[in-house]
């Protein structure tokens, strides 16, 4: 039976973590995958996750099963914080999943089974898990433009250009913030000018929010995606917990699917409980109920926003600090698109041989396509990948 695998390509954004742990350089500097990490290297257990697991273990008296749905109080919790009262809870169905991955795969499967010839429609450049789980569920995928690779920004005439070739009942996706892997991100008037090309088309938009509170804060960082939701009759929004509570093992997530009437909720509702049994029956409760009860516990709540907060300011520190240091020894403004993206992400727009020299002659780790992860950063750090960029060419 074995005999029959052919070995899988690796996922490149993985593969740097073990060739970083390898590289025997003392100085070495980790830009690749995206965790956020603190000035010191560390990936800390947020503060109100702290309180909040000590807390759960005094009151936590039973794990028997929740609800193939996962608990509604943390559906209800997580899509209040994402969509604010934009739309009526009547119309909204929601699943806990493992993690963000775990929505976004359960999404397409919904998307299979309610229309199976629906193509989906991915920025250039996306997260590559995006074509990678479409490819093996055997779904049809185009691809829009999205990177203006010469001002580092989003080619946004030319994004629209390419959505004007999606047919009805065609999915596009979107991140809904700190686009990955470019950290250039639209504008809510553009958020506006694709929601009317979405209605114009009749298409659905399929929002991946992974970064809510790293970019411009927790509510700009929604606007794009309430927008969305505010005007399209049916949207499907993945969501990850990973990222902004500091939960990635714990594999928090959730995927709301917004019916055009409340008339419409109980199917979707009862279909995406139908997927969770499918794939793994309950999803994962832990982390979810860590979040549960920070978003709805007033003192818990405010430390989370406030630590958050820090994390936030402390990349735009980073991004401001790099685009000064490169203004300086470039005598340009070249690179003053690292303090205009936001997230964890920016797309350098180097050669894959200058990401090579970077790693090769400096112990710089970066994803191959140029994308660094600002959190990998710190005050130090900061002046030496400045000169590095600058000594390979960039
Ligand atoms: N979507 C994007 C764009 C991401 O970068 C990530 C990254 O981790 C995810 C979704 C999902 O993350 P997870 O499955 O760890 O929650
Ligand atoms: O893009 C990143 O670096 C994060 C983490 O298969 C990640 O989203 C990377 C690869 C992967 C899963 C998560």
């Not at 049994?277 to 007033?298: C, K, W």
Request: proline residues 5%; aromatic residues 6%; glycine residues 8%.
């Amino acid at each position: 039976m074995f005999d029959a695998l052919k070995p899988q390509p690796a996922d490149k954004i993985l593969a740097l973590i073990q060739a970083f742990k390898e590289d025997p350089r003392r100085d070495k500097i980790d830009l690749g995958v995206g965790v956020y990490k603190d000035a010191t290297g560390l990936t800390p257990v947020m503060r109100a996750i702290k309180a909040a697991e000590k807390r759960l273990w005094e009151v936590e008296d039973s794990k028997t099963y929740t609800t193939l749905a996962g608990d509604p109080a943390y559906a209800a919790a997580l899509s209040g914080l994402i969509l604010g009262d934009t739309v009526e809870t009547g119309r909204i169905a929601a699943i806990a999943t493992p993690g963000g991955t775990g929505a976004i795969r359960q999404a397409l499967e919904l998307i299979r089974l309610a229309r199976p010839g629906a193509k989906i429609w991915l920025s250039n450049p996306t997260w590559p898990n995006h074509p990678s789980i479409i490819r093996f569920l055997g779904i049809e995928m185009a691809e829009y433009r999205y990177f203006d690779a010469a001002t580092r920004g989003v080619d946004f005439d030319a994004m629209l250009a390419d959505l004007e070739a999606v047919a009805e009942g065609d999915v596009v996706l979107l991140h809904g913030c700190c686009h990955n892997p470019t950290g250039a991100n639209l504008t809510l008037a553009q958020w506006g000018a694709v929601a009317d090309l979405l209605i114009r088309k009749n298409a659905l938009p399929f929002i991946d929010i992974a970064y809510q509170g790293f970019g411009d804060g927790l509510e700009a960082d929604a606007a794009g995606t309430r927008l969305i939701a505010a005007r399209l009759p049916e949207v499907l929004i993945a969501a990850s917990c990973s990222k902004n509570f500091g939960i990635y093992r714990e594999r928090a997530g959730l995927l709301l699917a917004i019916a055009s009437g409340a008339a419409k909720q109980p199917v979707l509702q009862g279909n995406l409980a139908f997927l969770n049994r499918q794939n793994y029956s309950f999803p994962p409760d832990h982390g979810a109920r860590l979040v549960t009860m920070i978003l709805t516990d007033e003192a818990l709540r405010a430390d989370w926003q406030a630590e958050l907060e820090e994390v936030r300011l402390s990349m735009l520190g980073l991004r401001r600090q790099l685009a000064d240091e490169l203004r300086r020894l470039t005598n340009s403004d070249r690179f003053d698109f690292i303090a205009h993206h936001r997230g964890m992400f920016s797309r350098l727009g180097a050669s894959p041989e200058q990401v090579e020299a970077m790693r090769r002659d400096h112990g710089i780790y970066m994803v191959g396509d140029s994308r660094l992860n600002i959190a990998g950063l710190n005050a130090a750090t900061v002046p030496v990948l400045a000169r590095a960029i600058v000594a390979t060419g960039v």
